[in-house]
């Protein structure tokens, strides 16, 4: 197996526009933020997670991660993992990748969750 497109972001670090396959990449400046993040004892196989997406026609183009819906189908538990840690926050957790680690913004510390703070590349 050959390396991921998505190397070139890995590289540079910090926040970024990413376009392409992966390869481009446009530096963005640093936003000093906290997240809260949720990681789940389940995982969920990406090259399942990228052919349910597929299967449900591609991105929707909302501003969330595409890959959720897909993720959810091939691990429903997922969504009680999402539930939880939105029930607790107040907040929309969105999915990182293609999973399993949910996240929202601020700190929110508790059971099983991570806060860390965004830091300059």
Same mark, same amino acid.
Do not use: K, Q, Y
């Given at each position: 197996a050959g390396l991921?497109? $998505?190397v070139?972001?890995?590289?540079?670090g910090g926040r970024a526009r990413v376009?392409?396959?992966g390869e481009i990449v446009e530096p963005l400046d640093h936003l000093d933020r906290w997240f809260t993040l949720l990681t789940p004892p389940v995982g969920c196989p990406t090259p399942a997670v990228y052919q349910r997406w597929d299967d449900l026609g591609g991105p929707v183009g909302d501003?969330?991660? $595409?890959l959720e819906a897909a993720a959810i189908d091939?691990?429903?538990?997922?969504? @009680?993992?999402? $539930?939880?840690?939105?029930?607790s926050t107040g907040?929309?957790? @969105?999915l990182a990748g293609s999973g399993s680690t949910w996240f929202v913004e601020g700190r929110f510390p508790g059971d099983g969750r991570v806060v860390t703070r965004s830091r300059p590349a």
């Open positions: 991921g497109a $998505d070139a972001f890995c590289l540079v376009s392409g396959i501003n969330g991660n $595409d091939v691990m429903p538990e997922f969504a @009680r993992w999402r $539930d939880l840690l939105g029930e907040l929309t957790p @969105r």
